[in-house]
């Protein structure tokens, strides 16, 4: 019992640490940071995706009392554009805004922030840094999210604790196997493409039609633990070093395919095409066009 309670425990510590470093890194989380005053730190998050509702509302925070002011410098990514200057604006009494015009689907604006705060200048990024991209998407209706999301997040809890099971022989593996298979099926397999058919048109631009990063690394995944639940079978064997190898092997996999940032080498609209009068719907491209 004490066994099972320190693997659960074990398996909780490293499913924590694994989402909080996916939670903190990739390219559609904020860019966060901190502008220095006298009165204390005032912390901004720059957003980096948007749906194609409305330009995406860039906010910077309010400094009370203070000469300040802000100026939101955007082009259409990957483009020879000029850059396009416009000026923060309060909104309300807490904050500034500037919005970037809307995209299609998949279109991507590249930005940065500049301005002076009492007299001393600031970037954001800082100066020889890369700027912020910032990606739009179709809206994804939350009957199909959040039910992946939760699948996915059941596949990285139970595919550690079925390596666990494998590390330790506490006789869970195959169970732990079945239930992390069966989520990654539907959560990645059914309703991804789902998601990214609502985000960007397509249900899948993975291997073999494209280079997506996260389609790509749902498949590995999957086959990873495909492979496990074939060699494991439903029933112990006499000989259980091979199955426990196999099962360890697929969850270090999965720990380290999932660690690889999300979304990136992802849609992305190619504007040299929609700028020669290709439909946004077919100038969409992925990590390895």
Same mark, same amino acid.
């Given at each position: 019992?004490?066994?099972?309670?320190?693997?659960?425990?074990?398996?909780?510590?490293?499913?924590?640490?694994?989402?909080?470093?996916?939670?903190?890194?990739?390219?559609?989380?904020?860019?966060?940071?901190?502008?220095?005053?006298?009165?204390?730190?005032?912390?901004?998050?720059?957003?980096?995706?948007?749906?194609?509702?409305?330009?995406?509302?860039?906010?910077?925070?309010?400094?009370?009392?203070?000469?300040?002011?802000?100026?939101?410098?955007?082009?259409?990514?990957?483009?020879?554009?000029?850059?396009?200057?416009?000026?923060?604006?309060?909104?309300?009494?807490?904050?500034?805004?500037?919005?970037?015009?809307?995209?299609?689907?998949?279109?991507?604006?590249?930005?940065?922030?500049?301005?002076?705060?009492?007299?001393?200048?600031?970037?954001?990024?800082?100066?020889?840094?890369?700027?912020?991209?910032?990606?739009?998407?179709?809206?994804?209706?939350?009957?199909?999210?959040?039910?992946?999301?939760?699948?996915?997040?059941?596949?990285?809890?139970?595919?550690?604790?079925? =390596?666990?099971?494998?590390?330790?022989?506490? &006789?869970?593996? @195959?169970?732990?196997? *079945?239930? #992390?298979?069966?989520? +990654? %099926?539907?959560?990645?397999?059914?309703?991804?493409?789902?998601?990214?058919?609502?985000?960007?048109?397509?249900?899948?631009?993975?291997?073999?039609?494209?280079?997506?990063?996260?389609?790509?690394?749902?498949?590995?995944?999957?086959?990873?633990?495909?492979?496990?639940?074939?060699?494991? =079978?439903?029933?112990?064997?006499?000989?259980? &070093?091979?199955? @426990?190898?196999?099962? *360890?092997? #697929?969850?270090?996999? +999965? %720990?380290?395919?999932?660690?690889?940032?999300?979304?990136?080498?992802?849609?992305?609209?190619?504007?040299?095409?929609?700028?020669?009068?290709?439909?946004?719907?077919?100038?969409?491209?992925?990590?390895?066009?």
């Amino acid at each position: 019992m004490m066994k099972n309670v320190l693997i659960w425990v074990l398996a909780v510590i490293l499913v924590l640490g694994a989402m909080i470093y996916q939670r903190s890194t990739g390219p559609t989380y904020e860019y966060k940071g901190r502008l220095e005053h006298h009165d204390g730190s005032h912390t901004y998050e720059l957003i980096r995706t948007h749906e194609t509702t409305g330009g995406a509302p860039i906010e910077m925070p309010y400094v009370s009392g203070a000469d300040y002011q802000a100026t939101l410098h955007y082009k259409r990514y990957g483009t020879m554009d000029p850059w396009t200057a416009l000026r923060f604006e309060l909104d309300g009494d807490t904050r500034f805004v500037a919005k970037l015009p809307v995209q299609p689907a998949a279109g991507k604006m590249e930005y940065f922030v500049t301005g002076t705060l009492d007299g001393v200048d600031f970037r954001i990024p800082k100066a020889g840094e890369d700027n912020i991209v910032l990606r739009y998407k179709d809206p994804v209706s939350d009957l199909i999210l959040i039910p992946h999301v939760t699948m996915m997040i059941i596949v990285i809890i139970f595919g550690i604790r079925a =390596g666990l099971s494998a590390l330790f022989n506490d &006789g869970g593996m @195959r169970k732990w196997t *079945l239930v #992390a298979f069966s989520a +990654m %099926t539907l959560g990645g397999m059914i309703l991804g493409p789902l998601v990214q058919k609502s985000a960007f048109g397509e249900y899948w631009t993975g291997f073999p039609y494209g280079g997506d990063f996260t389609d790509n690394k749902m498949l590995i995944m999957w086959l990873a633990w495909a492979l496990a639940l074939a060699i494991i =079978g439903t029933r112990p064997r006499k000989k259980e &070093g091979p199955s @426990r190898t196999t099962v *360890l092997l #697929a969850s270090l996999v +999965m %720990t380290v395919v999932y660690l690889i940032p999300h979304s990136m080498g992802g849609s992305t609209l190619d504007y040299e095409a929609v700028d020669q009068g290709k439909d946004p719907k077919e100038a969409i491209t992925t990590g390895a066009e």
